[in-house]
């Protein structure tokens, strides 16, 4: 693998044992697929979960990181402690890698702070203004930052792990393979959407669309035609961000979305796809009774939103529907949000609104990293999102049950204790 004279010093530690380490990480990661050379990393995203002695390793000697680096959402237990009283310490452990300990959130903040970066605390970056350009390589910790960074801005993100990102950030580069080359990022299956009014279309409706093509894909890039060239930002997050989770497909092409895809031709290189699949609407009933919708028993016990985080306009939504009702006594409702949103948000009223009613509002992960869905007495849960869904029932090891549908059926659950009612 070619090194520039730059990229030889930091693997030789003339810029410290850290960067040394980092480049030596990219390096082998490189080789593994066949990469030739290193190219600049434009926007890092990183985990805010990374193993203390790691963080602490491959910065060492480190003034400040090589390229713009934000963080990732965080689960903070003295904060849960103080607005919830939830403490099971215990129950966080066995979740798989939730911090539970205060002065490790304490010290990778020290350190995140130490090196400059950019404490936004989300998995949607793009919605607090780190926003990848066309072109730009976008290394990100979370699988529906790199999907959306390829699939709505046309920017270059490849399935990333926590350490890789973390590499880039420290060097300022990463090796120039897999997505981040413009001969694989065309389109290989093309997907057909027949017999779908849009007009009656939630935002669930997209994230059962997205899963179904995510498992139909898996590992293959794939082109929609189809759909409505006017398509929200919300909107594509809630169809791009199952991909990755029913499947492992990082690029999807929106025909008349995706600066890439201006035409179904554009997206295929030219090419005729490998393979062609049509979606209807039974495809789309058959994917929520089969992988989102496997709960029985009627009673919610929470209610989960913003698995990635909501946008503003998703808080007005869940806000008007509340407004002068109280969740049900038997049931939670979460809801997860960037800090910065959720100032946007109390500025607006909408955040009083929702606490009012009885809401949570938090910035950790809504699967992942929340500590609700591992209590105890949480057995059915309802979720506006197909990601949440599938990581709920999976995180959980099949304890939680999901019921599936729009913002409007969760929030009627919510007050209602009650799925349907």
Known sequence: MFLNDEEKRMLDGQYGPGCS????????????????KMVKANLVHISTSLPIDLLEEMTEGLERFKTSCSLHAMFNPKDWKEKYGITLIDGYQKSGGI????????ERLRIFKRLHA???????????GVVPRQGDTFLATGSSGQVAANSIFGARAGRESASTALA???TGVTPYMGLLKKENRFAEMFIKIHGID?????????????YCIGHIAQTKNVVIDGLPMNLSVEQCKFLTSPLP????????????????????????????????VEIGKKDLEEARQNFLTNATDRDVDLVVIGCPHCFISELAEIASLLSGKRIHQNTRFVVGVSDATNTVAREAGYTRILEDAGVMVTNCCMTGL???IYLDDVETVATNTSRGAHYIQRLTGGKDKTWYGSTKECVQAAVSGKWGI
């Not at 911090?99 to 304490?106: F, L, V």
């Not at 029913?246 to 035409?263: N, Q, R």
């Open 99 to 106: 911090i539970s300990d205060d002065s490790e959130i304490y």
């Open 245 to 276: 989770v029913s499947g492992a497909c990082t690029m999807c092409h929106i025909v008349g979305v995706t600066p890439e895809a201006p035409t179904l031709e554009a997206a295929l290189g030219g090419k005729k796809p490998k393979e062609k």
């Open 370 to 372: 929340n500590p609700l």
């Open 198 to 210: 849009f007009d009656e279309f939630s935002e669930a409706d997209y994230g059962t669309l997205g």
């Open 118 to 128: 950019i404490p936004i605390l989300t998995c949607l970056p793009y919605t607090v």
């Open 21 to 36: 380490m980092a480049m030596s990480l990219l390096k082998r990661f490189g080789e593994a697929f066949d990469a030739e």
């Open 168 to 170: 880039a950030a420290v």
